[in-house]
């Protein structure tokens, strides 16, 4: 059954204004938890943090992951048209087919990280519209994306990484970004695959002309998804917003997912509570859209690939986190002498 | 058979002074076979530093590692007695304990990344020196230290994580980074297991007080480790330079590691070439020591445990590495167009 269904821009501010919380109660328990631990208060730093957030999400005090689910979602966009990325519009399918074949990045660290890997293709003979002309997407299809999304997660999935491939795709997330956030083309856009100077500089004149055009500032958060969104960010979108309804936490990967959900914060403050950055991308603007929305990314190893390479590495971060939670033994069990 | 035999501070000095160097060979192999991968050109940032390091080292276009070993060292400080630490002495004792019953951090971590764990107990009923009154460690008794260092390497091991566990020993090893690196004590002390701002203070006096009495300006590298350091710091000096003698690679852990390893650069400054940091410290001078050694740590996780858990949080970062080199299909295999 679909966690739910979403077929006009009303229906999605209606299921990002109404959402499921933390269960406090796990979470103070897990907080107690950790401090019978053998070791000193807080020395696990953010895999303390970890824990504990999983513990509210999954309303125990000792969570577990069983059924880690890594979706990349694939999408093709017009404004490559521009002559915005250092690869052809064709290495999209090209990559959709790598990643059935299990030659790609993110292959290898599924299998590693015990995740379960799915790729969901969205039209991609069927590119969006050139946003320096006209909204990338129709409200119908920007909703059948955000549908798609939803209904990629798997039953009985407990921890979602979220992940895209798309040639052009830094663009649609720089100009989306730009149009939630505000600042200047140049503090969003970067080399994306490897633009050179020139590559870079057109991209920046592409974003700065489809944000003059479309006036974002008047435009609602659904809106700017569909203007400047491809069909893979409103995926993730979808994703993100289906997982908050089953209370599943989210690991983004890198600049794009994390520009894509950032689309949820404009309607609602606290709908991406539930939500994690795997990895602070080497893209130019993924800093400062991490700080938009006060979220530290839990890696930062210069990577800049998407795939939902970041946030696949990430996971086991959170299994470091789970193994210590779960198993360390307490002060009283160890017979360790507690702090004086 | 021992990997070599360390009795005086003529034999260390040699021993530092003419080491094994990296396969060029293997190492530029490994990265032309980045470039063929099916990414943009340096897109998995780290993951691609750490495969062609470990090519380098293991003198293998394609590396692995099959027996990953963690070490962790156990140490006692008389200068533990200047009320330097929020635990006791006693807890170095109970936690080799909870380590030999499977109940520390390290236990959960090392068996998460499939690391061969083992614990050293170096005299713990004898504590070395209080340092602010005389050396820590006679030279017998610190190259016996190193020593049993370099011989805890199992054989077979092809990776090595490096740890500690010691009360007091964040008073050391902020005493021998200050011996080597210079500046002020404020600069090099820390929190260490919890300390509030009046034993915060306490260990800045102690520390300054120690540094004034050695003099360490006209010390040797050697004499500032048996005058400053623990027998687990001395321990990890052996461990890190058999393993280089061996061409193994070596993560350290954090702070403590860090500042033992430091030592070498002050007699041969590529000595830790083979060595990388896992972790950033929350320990307040570990910063400072990672820019001295001008490496930069894998993870940030505001961790500050030592027992090597930072060390083997990293090491699953290097298994994502080497996923990655050895599994990714080639642009050529995938038939993926390479970049315009």
Known sequence: MPIFAVTSAQDFVRLVSDLPGVDMLAHDKAVSRQASLTKPAGSLGRLEELAIWLAGWQGKE?????????????????????????????????????????????????????????????????????????????????????????????????????????????????????????????????????????????????????????????????????????RELAAIVGATLAARHCRIPVMLDGFITTAAAAVMVRVNPFSLDHVMIGHMSAELGHKRLAMELNKRPLLDLDMRLGEASGAVVALMIVQAALATHQGMATFDQAKVSPHD
Chains 1, 2 share one sequence.
């Open 62 to 230: 000792v969570p577990s992951i069983t059924k880690p689910c890594c979706l990349v979602f694939a999408g093709n966009h017009g404004v490559a048209a521009q002559g915005v990325s250092a690869f052809p519009s064709e290495v999209t399918a090209q990559m959709v087919s790598n990643f059935k074949n299990g030659g790609a990045a993110i292959n290898q660290l599924a299998r590693l990280a015990g995740a379960e890997f799915k790729v969901i293709e969205l039209e991609l003979d069927q590119p969006t519209e050139d946003f320096t002309i006209a909204p990338a997407m129709s409200e119908a299809e920007c909703c059948a994306a955000i549908q798609a999304g939803a209904d990629a997660i798997p039953d009985q999935a407990d921890f979602l990484l979220l992940g895209e491939m798309g040639i052009g795709n830094t663009t649609s997330a720089a100009a989306l970004a730009m149009a939630i956030f505000g600042g200047k083309a140049s503090e969003w856009v970067g080399a994306g695959t490897g633009l050179d100077a020139t590559g870079l500089a057109r991209k920046v004149e592409v974003v700065s002309r489809a944000i003059n055009h479309h006036q974002p500032e008047k435009l609602s958060a659904f809106e700017c998804l569909r203007t400047f969104g491809g």
